[in-house]
């Protein structure tokens, strides 16, 4: 089935249901469909066709949510950038995809309009809260989005586009190690496979009334969405967490049932001085991705939200999700992230490709109709990820995270392949950082590591080298860095070292670096 | 009497801004909506708050209509001192 037609088939079944609620506004199914085809519509008007790709980069609210449901509807890819995303990304981003329609608004104008000036690809702009007052000569369409989702925004009805779950669905982009952000295929039958599992886990049901704080270009904050809409559920949308009690008190207007978060949020809540104070007994389901949670931590989180089941899981952009664990198992294995999940076969390989038992080290390969369909335009780097496997024309995912499982199967999180650091639940490539330190001047070498911190899971920390006679203090870097590059890119800590050490073949040793700062925080711990 | 918005304008502006100007931060309606605060800027521009004014923000006064702008702040401080 697509990945629309569950939303279709919803909004026929059950019309008059509350599907969205934004800024408390509630939007039936019924009103976003029609909202959706008549998008849909226009877009199609203006030329986007079966396979183009069309840039979404909103807030979190019904604009977004309308807007991917269109592009589907049309037989188009998807793509949800994340609002904080800078104008040069957002550039590098629109030109790698080849995007050639952008739906954004009017606030985020600053950011995209010098985008679109840089990117020759886009002929068709929608914004939504008003138009665009850059000259934009070269676009071909320029669309209001309230009109374009009016309906009288075109005469004619969609044209049935011709797809399959073969065709591409949406392409979410991941930063990897080389810095360069990597847009990850997805079709149809990859994102179906992957909700149907998740919800059959946690065990999801039309009744559910789901908090999405999670951005939706992050696959957690997008899935919230696609499976509560093929179950007819609901989803109470917020664009951040930045207010916490906020949010609590609208769950528990809202009589929320499942909240996805991530250990940030789990903090902020933690941290206040009484949630108690907000009624959350209606949650049933807790759940932590994205980064690890402490094991006191989870036992905190489970003692603030004593009616739910509380669910570890790992998952990653290439396939969405890979593992869960039972709630059953967290006394006994409360590190653990299960040892897979439904539809879906995972296990562990040492470095000759060799299967280990029970009890061993290795990287994770997955295996199952969720596994992506590589990277945008990149064969090198998804053939990296992408294997064959035991059927003809099958393709294997290897993580590149090393897990240990127990005499069970259960895993446990070890360490990434490569040097990705994973800081507010988001990934964020140490070369992009290290990019935007050597661009501030008189700074000559740079190296970017990931300490743990228990709020953010990793933080940021830079070792900045400075050229004799310039002398910088830590907060002008990471003020130059936050000019540069999105929140949760930007380095904690600076230090200023002398020089980076090296490897024999000249690369900064960065294990060196780690090594060093466990000694001063350890040396700091002890009072040395 | 001290210049609450200017204060917090300066505070923000060098250690929180996330890459806009001084002025986008004095026009600014919602800190929110133009990238100035996120989650983590939230916490950071409490604790601010609580160290330069003397004050303690309340659980329920962690929102949006006393945190979201530089009128907001200028306005709740003021409630607080008073």
Redesign the interface.
């Known amino acids: 089935m697509l990945l629309h037609q569950s939303f279709l088939e919803t909004s026929a079944r059950v019309p008059r249901d509350v599907a969205l609620i934004c800024a408390a506004r509630r939007y039936t199914y019924a009103e976003l469909a029609q909202s959706v085809e008549n998008l849909a519509a226009v877009l199609q008007g203006n030329g986007v066709r079966e396979g183009d790709r069309v840039a979404i980069f909103l ?1 979190n609210g019904a604009e977004a949510v309308i807007s991917l449901y269109a592009v589907l509807r049309i037989g188009a890819v998807f793509m949800l950038i994340n ?2 995303t ?1 104008t040069e990304k957002l550039a590098y981003t629109l030109a790698d995809a080849g995007a050639c329609c952008l739906i954004s608004s009017q ?1 985020l104008a600053r950011v995209f309009v010098p985008a679109l000036a840089q990117s020759a690809v886009i002929d068709t702009c929608v914004v939504v809260g008003g138009t665009i007052e850059a000259p934009l000569a070269r676009l071909v369409g320029v669309l209001d989005f309230t009109a374009a989702t009016e309906s009288a925004a075109s005469d004619v009805n969609v044209r049935e586009p011709k797809l399959s779950d073969q065709d591409l669905a949406a392409l979410i982009y991941t930063s990897g190690s080389t810095g360069e952000p990597k847009g990850v295929m997805l079709s149809h039958r990859n994102m179906m496979t992957a909700a149907s599992s998740v919800i059959s886990y946690l065990g999801l049901v039309a009744q559910d009334v789901t908090l999405a704080a999670l951005p939706l270009s992050f696959g957690y904050g997008l899935y919230q969405v696609l499976m509560s809409f093929r179950l007819g559920a609901c989803v109470v949308l917020e ?8 949010v609590l008190e609208t769950m528990a207007a809202e009589r929320v049932t499942v909240f996805p978060g991530v250990p ?2 789990f903090n ?1 809540i933690l ?5 108690s ?1 907000y009624d959350l007994s209606s949650l049933r389901v807790v759940t932590n991705a994205a980064a690890a949670l402490t094991v006191e931590q989870i036992q905190r989180i489970r003692a603030q939200f004593p009616h739910a089941e509380f669910f570890s899981m790992y998952g990653l952009t290439e396939c969405k999700r890979v593992s869960y664990l039972p709630p059953d198992q967290l006394d006994s294995r409360p590190a653990s992230v299960g040892r897979g999940m439904p539809n879906q076969e995972c296990w562990l390989v040492n470095e000759h490709d060799e299967r280990l038992p029970n009890g061993s080290t290795g990287e994770l390969v997955v295996r199952g109709d969720h596994v992506m369909r590589g990277y945008w335009g990149k064969p090198q780097a998804t053939a990296e990820r992408l294997r064959p496997g035991p059927l003809p024309g099958e393709q294997l995912l290897y993580t590149g995270d090393i897990f240990r499982t127990d005499a069970d199967g259960y895993l446990y999180f070890v360490a990434r392949k490569d040097d990705i650091i994973k800081s ?1 639940g988001e990934k964020v490539s140490p070369t992009e950082v290290e990019r935007a330190l050597l661009a501030l001047e008189g700074v000559s070498e740079a190296a970017v590591i990931g300490v743990p911190d228990p ?2 899971g990793e933080a940021i920390k830079a070792y900045v080298v400075v050229q004799p006679g310039m002398r910088y203090r830590e ?1 002008q870097v990471i ?1 130059h860095c ?3 590059l ?3 890119m ?1 380095p904690k800590f600076v230090e200023f070292v002398e020089a980076l050490p090296k490897t024999p073949n000249g690369k900064i040793d960065k294990l060196k670096l780690r090594e060093r700062n466990a000694r001063v925080a350890s040396s700091a711990a002890t009072g040395e | 009497m001290r210049d609450i918005k200017r204060i917090v304008r300066d505070y923000i502006v ?6 806009g100007q001084a002025e986008e931060v004095e026009r600014a309606t919602s800190f ?4 100035v ?7 950071e521009l409490v604790s601010f708050l609580e160290k330069t004014f003397d004050i303690k923000v ?3 006064e ?3 209509e006393n ?2 702008s530089l009128a907001n702040i200028e306005r709740y401080i003021n409630s607080k001192l008073s």
Do not use: H, Y
């Not at chain 1, 941290?271 to 949630?275: A, H, V």
């Not at chain 2, 060098?14 to 890459?19: P, R, S, V, W």
């Open positions: 807030e609002p904080q800078k606030t664009p951040s967490f930045a207010f916490p009690v906020k940030t949020m902020q941290s206040l001085d009484d949630p104070r507010r709020a953010l907060k003020g936050q000019g540069g999105e929140n949760f930007v | 060098e250690n929180l801004l996330m890459g929110l909506t133009i990238g605060l996120d989650s983590t800027g939230v916490v309340l659980d329920q962690m929102i949006p945190l979201d």
